[in-house]
């Protein structure tokens, strides 16, 4: 590359699917100055201050292609990025790699990364989030919003501390296209008051000029199981994404989120579908409710429809967070409301009971032989488990992929990845199933939302087709299937 006959200057986009590498670290150990500048040896007590300025001068005098989006692995690389015109930055920091932070600050990276033309940030992860505000923070304490031209950012932190630290970086009330990550939304209990007083900083960032939002509780714990810290708190103030779903202007006022046409929305990435009950003496054997559970779901889910406007809704936790304890409804003598607790809590009958067509009826007698058969070894739960993990499993990786541009990702083949016993011809016949029985949400959906077009439940995509006059067509490419309402 360092000594190619023609210009890159065609090429917008590289990236590495697989390996600890990137298109800049390419760039810097195939140059001139990599392969020809003698090494230095550093001991112990050098001052890696008189060292740094070296290596920021070999890498400015880089040349490195303008392309549209670059990915950093070091904080050095911020060096080797041109500032031409406006690109999309990926930082996936290797943090066991990164060295003498403090040291970084100083010598002027806060200062070139206010120089460059930084229209999308995305971390991805916590960790990398937290390096690069480390690293960087000193510098910016003097330079507050350090990126003016930044419109689409997807943050992963792991404390609200963090995202004050990054309020100082970034005018959250420029922002176009946001996504939080939150590897912990739940922490101690004297959060509940910085969760409640964080609610100017939201109102003010999630302002009028938001498009698209993306918002994932990246819990690694089980928020469906009894006793459990996550699932203690889900519904109170010390939870963040409580909070702002609770009293954040944006999801509780139809006209602060009226520019808003992409939503993505996932609380739960922790994937099971237990067993559940409404009589506390089960609680050996199922995940315990009660009607302020069920209600307080139906609450939340609600909110969803405030976006009036959406043209894309993304519900990743669909089949195991939100459908086994909400109904959704197109009438109802219960003063017209539309989604309502489902206090029948049935672990089957929900997914596969509705549609009593021909296909549907032959794909509960495959249902039926299943279940007898796992039935006879103790594992009742064992395949309506397996289905929902096995759609949830089609789902981009939510730790490391911002969820804003969802479907110009390709969905995973599941069945592959986990690998099972079952033929893809029952499966599918299964999927078909379900979908079938969906069919009452869906009218929902495309009735409370009349610009909707693209929708994702669980793994199953929907393209929603309003050409007609008396109809709307929904179908599931990836199903082979399709139904007019």
Same mark, same amino acid.
């Given at each position: ?18 390996? /600890?590498?990137?298109?800049?670290? =390419? ?50 690389? +911020? ?24 040291? =970084? ?111 994932? /509780? ?45 939503? %993505? ?34 609450? +939340? ?83 309506? %488990? ?8 089609? =789902?981009? /990786? ?71 006059? %008396? ?15």
């Amino acid at each position: 590359m360092a000594n190619a006959t023609y210009p890159l200057e065609y090429l917008r986009d590289f990236q590495f699917l697989v390996g /600890n590498y990137s298109f800049l670290r =390419i760039v810097r150990d195939s140059s001139d100055y990599s392969l020809y500048q003698s090494s230095r040896l550093l001991f112990e007590n050098d001052d890696f201050d008189d060292y740094y300025p070296t290596i920021e001068k070999q890498m400015s005098q880089m040349a490195v292609p303008v392309m549209d989006s670059y990915q950093i692995l070091g904080l050095e690389e +911020i060096n080797l990025l041109p500032s031409e015109s406006p690109f999309s930055l990926q930082v996936s920091l290797d943090t066991k790699q990164q060295m003498n932070l403090q040291s =970084i600050s100083d010598s002027g990276l806060s200062s070139k990364l206010q120089q460059l033309p930084i229209s999308s940030l995305e971390f991805d992860n916590a960790k990398s989030a937290d390096y690069f505000i480390s690293a960087l923070g000193t510098g910016f304490q003097e330079i507050k919003r350090s990126l003016p031209v930044l419109k689409k950012l997807s943050l992963s932190v792991s404390s609200l501390r963090s995202l004050q630290a990054f309020s100082n970086v970034i005018d959250f009330p420029l922002l176009e296209h946001f996504e939080l990550k939150l590897s912990r939304s739940t922490f101690n209990i004297e959060d509940e008051h910085l969760n409640l007083a964080s609610l100017p900083f939201w109102n003010t960032a999630l302002s009028e000029n938001i498009l698209s939002l993306s918002l994932v /509780n990246l819990n690694y714990t089980n928020l469906l199981t009894n006793f459990s810290i996550g699932s203690t708190s889900v519904f109170k103030e010390v939870n963040l994404f409580y909070t702002l779903l609770l009293h954040c202007k944006i999801f509780n006022d139809p006209d602060a989120s009226r520019n808003v046409t992409y939503v %993505n929305f996932c609380l739960n990435s922790f994937a099971a579908l237990p067993e559940f009950s409404m009589n506390p003496a089960d609680y050996k054997s199922a995940f315990i409710v009660d009607d302020y559970y069920l209600k307080s779901k139906s609450r +939340i889910f609600k909110k969803l429809f405030n976006f009036y406007n959406c043209e894309t809704l993304i519900i990743p936790d669909y089949f195991f967070n939100w459908k086994p304890f909400i109904k959704l409804q197109t009438s109802s003598p219960d003063k017209g409301e539309f989604c309502v607790a489902n206090s029948i809590l049935d672990n089957t009958d929900y997914l596969f009971g509705y549609c009593n067509c021909p296909s549907c009826v032959s794909a509960r007698k495959i249902l039926l032989r299943k279940t007898e058969e796992e039935g006879a070894m103790g594992q009742t739960q064992t395949f309506y %488990n397996f289905i929902v993990l096995l759609l949830f499993g089609r =789902i981009p /990786n939510m730790e490391c992929r911002s969820q804003l541009n969802f479907f110009s990702n390709t969905l995973q083949d599941s069945v592959e990845i986990l690998g099972s016993g079952y033929m893809k011809s029952d499966l599918a016949q299964v999927f078909h199933l379900i979908l079938d029985n969906l069919v009452p949400d869906l009218r929902v959906f495309i009735t409370r939302l009349p610009r909707l077009h693209e929708l994702c439940l669980g793994g199953f995509l929907f393209d929603i087709d309003r050409s007609g006059t %008396n109809s709307v067509s929904i179908s599931a490419p990836q199903e082979n299937w399709s139904v007019r309402i």
